[in-house]
């Protein structure tokens, strides 16, 4: 079934771009909420692909992305100079649009940019390296902009690794770091990125694995580990929290009709169980003394 879970027309032009990649593709892992559909019932709309490169591995491989990207007729996002990229898709409204990250470690001195290959950059994402170890083989299969049926391998982000980006995004964009002028469309995301951990933890956190799968993950990085679970402890620690204020804004903004009181509690309490059991005796605690 999971050739259906990314519609058209953007598919036929993904599974284009992935067979002209060739072998490495296997170095792209999408993530972003493209990537939830893999493991969401119900996602937001977005014409957006965002992958994590394996910098290291596509700087020793033959083929060029660059050259990729002319073929099929992509043009540079004139603002991201040359890490967002774009085509109008033919006899559509609609537009096909690729955005590349990679590890911070790689980034230029003093930037964010990542140097990929020539003409190719990336940006500096926290996180990247433990997404590229996390992340699945999935089998796509549709018809190419020609109309032949076609199959593609692509490699997806972990649900539990998505978070760890997720919440670091709504971090970022809540502090709104970029400074004043982007201050409106930094909250608009940091919003958006805060009904997508509440999405993802609902559609996971009955696993018996995923709990354990996402304090795992760090393996030896504590600090990454650390600012993890601060975000979590921080926005979701009770009902005036930033996290939560976040996402109330963000179902008002959509109009839901369901009860929000019950509804932000419910995501309180979900994204709660994220932390260690320490974790959450501490939480328990603060809860009782703010009500006392």
Same mark, same amino acid.
């Not at 591995?57 to 603002?79: F, N």
């Given at each position: 079934?999971?050739?259906?879970?990314?519609?058209?027309?953007?598919?036929?032009?993904?599974?284009?771009?992935?067979?002209?990649?060739?072998?490495?593709?296997?170095?792209?892992?999408?993530?972003?909420?493209?990537?939830?559909?893999?493991?969401?019932?119900?996602?937001?709309?977005?014409?957006?692909?965002?992958?994590?490169?394996?910098?290291?591995?596509?700087?020793?491989?033959?083929?060029?992305?660059?050259?990729?990207?002319?073929?099929?007729?992509?043009?540079?996002?004139?603002?991201?100079?040359?890490?967002?990229?774009?085509?109008?898709?033919?006899?559509?409204?609609?537009?096909?649009?690729?955005?590349?990250?990679?590890?911070?470690?790689?980034?230029?001195?003093?930037?964010?940019?990542?140097?990929?290959?020539?003409?190719?950059?990336?940006?500096?994402?926290?996180?990247?390296?433990?997404?590229?170890?996390?992340?699945?083989?999935?089998?796509?299969?549709?018809?190419?902009?020609?109309?032949?049926?076609?199959?593609?391998?692509?490699?997806?982000?972990?649900?539990?690794?998505?978070?760890?980006?997720?919440?670091?995004?709504?971090?970022?964009?809540?502090?709104?770091?970029?400074?004043?002028? =982007?201050?409106?469309?930094?909250?608009? &995301?940091?919003?958006?990125?805060?009904?997508? !951990? /509440?999405?993802?933890? $609902? %559609?996971?956190?009955?696993?018996?694995?995923?709990?354990?799968?996402?304090?795992?993950?760090?393996?030896?990085?504590?600090?990454?580990?650390?600012?993890?679970?601060?975000?979590?402890?921080?926005?979701?620690?009770?009902?005036?929290?930033?996290?939560?204020?976040?996402?109330?804004?963000?179902?008002?903004?959509?109009?839901?009709?369901?009860?929000?009181?019950?509804?932000?509690?419910?995501?309180?309490? =979900?994204?709660?169980?994220?932390?260690? &059991?320490?974790?959450?005796?501490?939480?328990? !605690? /603060?809860?009782?003394? $703010? %009500?006392?």
């Amino acid at each position: 079934m999971e050739q259906n879970i990314i519609g058209e027309p953007q598919l036929s032009h993904l599974l284009e771009f992935l067979i002209e990649l060739g072998s490495a593709a296997d170095d792209f892992v999408l993530a972003g909420a493209q990537a939830m559909r893999f493991f969401v019932n119900e996602v937001r709309t977005t014409r957006d692909f965002d992958f994590v490169l394996d910098v290291i591995a596509l700087r020793e491989t033959s083929q060029s992305i660059a050259d990729v990207l002319e073929k099929l007729q992509y043009k540079v996002v004139p603002e991201a100079s040359r890490f967002q990229f774009f085509k109008q898709i033919p006899n559509s409204l609609e537009i096909m649009r690729v955005e590349f990250l990679a590890p911070e470690k790689e980034k230029r001195p003093n930037n964010f940019r990542v140097d990929v290959q020539q003409n190719i950059h990336a940006r500096a994402c926290t996180g990247a390296e433990i997404v590229l170890r996390e992340s699945d083989c999935k089998i796509i299969r549709g018809t190419l902009p020609n109309g032949k049926p076609a199959e593609a391998s692509l490699r997806v982000i972990c649900p539990h690794a998505l978070l760890m980006l997720k919440l670091f995004a709504m971090d970022d964009r809540y502090k709104n770091i970029r400074g004043p002028k =982007e201050a409106q469309h930094d909250r608009d &995301e940091a919003r958006i990125h805060a009904a997508d !951990i /509440v999405t993802i933890v $609902r %559609s996971n956190i009955q696993s018996s694995d995923f709990k354990r799968l996402f304090l795992s993950q760090f393996s030896d990085e504590v600090k990454l580990k650390q600012r993890t679970l601060d975000i979590i402890s921080n926005y979701f620690v009770d009902s005036n929290a930033s996290g939560i204020l976040l996402y109330a804004e963000f179902l008002r903004m959509q109009g839901m009709a369901i009860n929000e009181d019950d509804e932000l509690k419910r995501a309180l309490r =979900e994204v709660k169980l994220l932390l260690p &059991e320490q974790d959450l005796m501490k939480n328990k !605690i /603060v809860d009782k003394s $703010r %009500s006392d």
